[in-house]
């Protein structure tokens, strides 16, 4: 489903160099991302989700060569085929939590809400347990229910890959794992592949496969 071979990467301004031979992953694998920080863990999820383009080398999604599309292709092809889960959430705060989970098909014209879509949405948070707080605002959840909202966001679009960026980092050592386990059972329910940078070394053993940074080469800056 992902395979990513012989990537440069670089921020010259930062003094920051990547080089990843080779990562691939399959339909329905669960990756861990592992690594110091500063590594390049997220830098390898922007490549994924063609927010960054690799210097040289390739980054294929399913049968897409990501790295020969141009910028608008490549925003539709995020919009159709990732969906992510940060570490902050990343929820717009002055919407509702359905408005949340809707808002991929509000800002991308790759998609197209529809009524079977916003029952989707509906479906999604209730089997994630914030059905009833769907008229709620960020600020008026707690930190699992608002991760809950973004793990909603992020399947609604169905996205072949699912990428999680330290997705469990700000949550209580409880809720980690319980926010894992939902992010898998959705992701599995499309047979998604997910690619998740984790410090929570406790939760390892869920994955599939564990990909370490430090087996990379990389440059960091002094
Ligand atoms: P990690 O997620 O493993 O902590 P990152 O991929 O965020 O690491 O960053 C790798 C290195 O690149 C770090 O040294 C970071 O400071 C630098 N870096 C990250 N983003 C940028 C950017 N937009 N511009 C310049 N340097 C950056
Ligand atoms: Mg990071």
Same mark, same amino acid.
């Given at each position: 489903m992902i395979s990513l071979q012989d990537i440069s990467f670089a921020y010259p301004s930062a003094g920051f160099r990547l080089e990843i031979p080779r990562l691939a992953a399959a339909s329905g694998e669960r990756l861990a991302v592992v690594g110091p920080?500063?590594?390049?863990k997220t830098t390898l999820l922007s490549l994924v989700a063609g927010i960054l383009v690799p210097f040289s080398g390739s980054v294929r999604v399913g049968d897409v =060569?990501?790295?020969? /599309?141009?910028d608008v292709a490549r925003r539709d092809f995020r919009a159709r085929t990732i969906g992510s889960v940060f570490q902050d959430f990343? &929820?717009? =705060?002055? &919407?509702?939590a359905r408005d949340n989970i809707l808002h991929p098909y509000r800002i991308s014209g790759a998609l197209t809400l529809d009524g079977a879509t916003r029952k989707r949405a509906e479906d999604l948070a209730w089997r994630a347990g914030i059905g009833a707080k769907l008229?709620? @605002?960020?600020?008026? /959840?707690?930190h699992g229910e608002k991760q809950r909202v973004a793990i909603c966001r992020a399947l609604l679009t169905r996205p072949p890959v699912v990428l999680a960026d =330290?997705?469990?980092?700000? &949550?209580d050592p409880e809720t980690k794992g319980v926010i894992l386990d939902l992010l898998f059972s959705c992701a599995e329910a499309e047979n998604a592949t997910v690619l998740a940078v984790t410090? #929570?070394? #406790? /939760? /390892? #053993? @869920?994955? #599939?496969r564990v990909v370490d940074f430090r087996s990379f080469r990389q440059t960091m800056p002094a």
């Open positions: 920080s500063g590594s390049g =060569e990501v790295h020969t /599309l141009g990343g &929820l717009v =705060e002055y &919407l509702s008229g709620h @605002r960020p600020g008026a /959840l707690s =330290e997705a469990t980092g700000n &949550l410090h #929570d070394h #406790d /939760l /390892l #053993d @869920r994955f #599939d």
